[in-house]
């Protein structure tokens, strides 16, 4: 168990009433995973700056851009771009935490591990885990790709009313969140999902309050974030191709009684917003929305204070 859990993963288990085997978690990249990266025209990733804080960015390119030339290794032939308040963060050595998200399917496989190349075209990745997620709360949409010159990513003092904004109307975002540095085995960084209805990520001032759903009982994310609360958050704007990047800290509140104002949550967390970045027009895509996931209409969204136009 230790080997594929850290021990805040595993204390998050616990705070949480839930446990896993950690069934599917691996060293390498089964076929199937290798096959899927190859299918993608964007990839989630999580990075980390100078601070050691966690950053939130998207990479694309044509599909196949993403490849695995063996079972422990992805190669990757993008570069972030270079308004992207992560591009300093891909360095030869860096830690790295992927996510490969097809939204016309629902399908999704994770990976974190290093850095062991960089060059004028890509990225080559160790991979130390591996593994699928299940399918819940993942809103599909048909990309088309769709040219679009990016501007200079323009920093934001708060949350201003664009921002809020994209806020309320986002039915998905992604968050990055690293393991505490003094951790050695099954450390690492992690990107991940979430989802919900338009109105599911709340606003108290600067601060995000997101309802935590039923998961896969990994707890990677709040595993993390019990030990090291600095997180990043990725919205998209899919009718702009605008991103908001944000930085900040995490508390969890583990309690039922607040959580029972979302229908569907099982806890909530508070993201503290400290640095905000807005890239318009950055994600080269035209988008077409298809559904809900039947997981997703199945829960609640903030209403009177907590809710994100506030």
């Not at 309802?211 to 919205?235: E, I, Q, S, V, W």
């Amino acid at each position: 168990m230790s080997a594929i859990f850290h021990p805040d993963e595993l204390a998050a288990q616990a705070l949480a009433g839930q446990s896993s085997s950690g069934a599917g978690i691996r060293p390498a990249m089964p076929d199937q995973h290798r096959d899927f990266f190859r299918l993608l025209p964007y990839l989630f990733v999580a990075t980390t700056d100078v601070r050691g804080a966690p950053m939130a960015s998207v990479l694309t390119g044509p599909v196949g851009f993403v490849h695995s030339p063996d079972p422990t290794t992805l190669r990757i032939d993008a570069l972030a771009a270079p308004e992207d308040p992560a591009a300093s963060n891909f360095y030869e050595g860096s830690v790295i935490g992927l996510l490969g998200l097809d939204l016309t399917t629902r399908r999704r496989n994770r990976a974190n591990g290093r850095v062991k190349g960089l060059d004028a075209r890509g990225l080559t990745v160790a991979i130390d885990q591996s593994f699928g997620n299940c399918a819940q709360y993942i809103q599909t949409r048909r990309p088309t790709p769709h040219s679009r010159t990016g501007t200079a990513a323009e920093e934001l003092a708060r949350l201003d009313p664009a921002a809020r904004s994209t806020i309320a109307g986002a039915d998905t975002f992604f968050v990055a969140s690293r393991s505490r540095a003094d951790i050695a085995e099954a450390s690492g960084l992690d990107m991940s999902h979430r989802g919900g209805r338009p109105g599911f990520v709340g606003l108290e001032g600067d601060t995000l309050v997101v309802p935590d759903f039923r998961g896969n009982r990994f707890f990677n994310t709040l595993g993390n974030l019990l030990g090291d609360p600095r997180a990043a958050l990725l919205f998209i704007d899919f009718a702009s191709g605008d991103l908001l990047q944000l930085q900040g800290k995490v508390a969890i509140d583990w309690s039922a009684d607040r959580a029972a104002a979302v229908a569907g949550a099982q806890r909530l967390w508070r993201f503290a917003v400290e640095r905000a970045w807005r890239r318009l027009s950055a994600l080269p895509f035209d988008w077409a929305f298809d559904a809900y996931a039947p997981t997703t209409l199945a829960t609640g969204v903030w209403t009177g204070a907590t809710a994100a136009t506030s």
